[in-house]
Nanobody, 120 residues
Framework: VQLQASGGGLVQAGGSLRLSCVASGRTFAIYSMAWFRQAPGKEREFVAAKPWSGTSEWYADSVKGRFTISRDNAKNTVYLQMNSLTPEDTAVYYC??????????????WGQGTLVTVSS
């Protein structure tokens, strides 16, 4: 699965951004999609995830109530709506897809990342 993330940018604290991630390739095999982020000098961390079918959603505690993950299966796209942004949300955001590979193993693919900068 190939992933193309977009939507990052510079925003003031308290503002909002919506990230998009378009999947292509073996989209029929996608099990779930997720967003991760990596701040400068820190390890990559989980942000949110959603199965490719079904209504479940999972969020990191740090973003609960502020971020919303959604998907549009017809467009093979997952979104991350980010509200009430703070400077601590500044990071490169990556989308990831878990999919069933041709050998029956679960593969994890990553997008290229999109930079979100929140100014105080």
């Amino acid at each position: 699965v190939q992933l193309q993330a977009s939507g990052g940018g510079l925003v003031q604290a308290g503002g909002s951004l919506r990230l998009s991630c378009v999947a292509s390739g073996r989209t029929f095999a996608i099990y779930s999609m997720a967003w991760f982020r990596q701040a400068p000098g820190k390890e990559r961390e989980f942000v949110a995830a959603k199965p490719w079918s079904g209504t479940s959603e999972w969020y990191a505690d740090s973003v609960k109530g502020r971020f919303t993950i959604s998907r549009d299966n017809a467009k093979n796209t997952v979104y991350l709506q980010m509200n009430s942004l703070t400077p601590e949300d500044t990071a490169v955001y990556y989308c990831a897809a878990d999919s069933w590979g041709p050998t029956g193993k679960m593969d994890k693919d990553w997008g290229q990342g999109t930079l979100v900068t929140v100014s105080s």
